[in-house]
């Protein structure tokens, strides 16, 4: 079992940048696969990028790539979402969820466990 613990999120100009961290509890995070999901208000949870358990394969949203980064750190039990160039549209509560496996998903059933969330706000 893994708990996760989200931080870094914050109100930031269009065209700025954050950094999302996610902590992990449990001495399997190398386990497991991880991900980020967004909610804007009135919408559905939305895929945003997924890493492998080793950290060499990544896959993102059409509408982050090129502009956000996933990667781990498993010493620090640690996942982190950079986001650069940000829009109005990047407006959304930023989940990271985790499941033992070795596969990428980008639904969110695939996931066994979640954050609570920490809310990113891109001002215009």
């Known amino acids: 079992q893994v708990q996760l613990v989200e931080s870094g999120g914050g109100l930031v100009q269009a065209g700025g940048s954050l950094r999302l961290s996610c902590a992990a509890s449990?001495?399997?995070?190398?386990?497991?696969?991880m991900a980020w999901f967004r909610q804007a208000p009135g919408q559905e949870r939305e895929f945003v990028a997924a890493i492998s358990r080793s950290g060499g394969t990544t896959y993102y949203a059409d509408s982050v790539k090129g502009r956000f980064t996933i990667s781990r750190d498993n010493a620090k039990n640690t996942l982190y979402l950079q986001m650069n160039s940000l829009k109005p549209e990047d407006t959304a509560v930023y989940y990271c969820?985790?499941?033992?496996?070795?596969?990428?998903?980008?639904?969110?059933?695939?996931?066994?466990?979640w954050g609570q969330g920490t809310q990113v706000t891109v001002s215009s």
């Open positions: 449990g001495r399997t995070y190398s386990t497991y696969g």
């Open positions: 969820a985790a499941r033992e496996t070795a596969a990428l998903f980008t639904t969110t059933p695939r996931y066994n466990y």
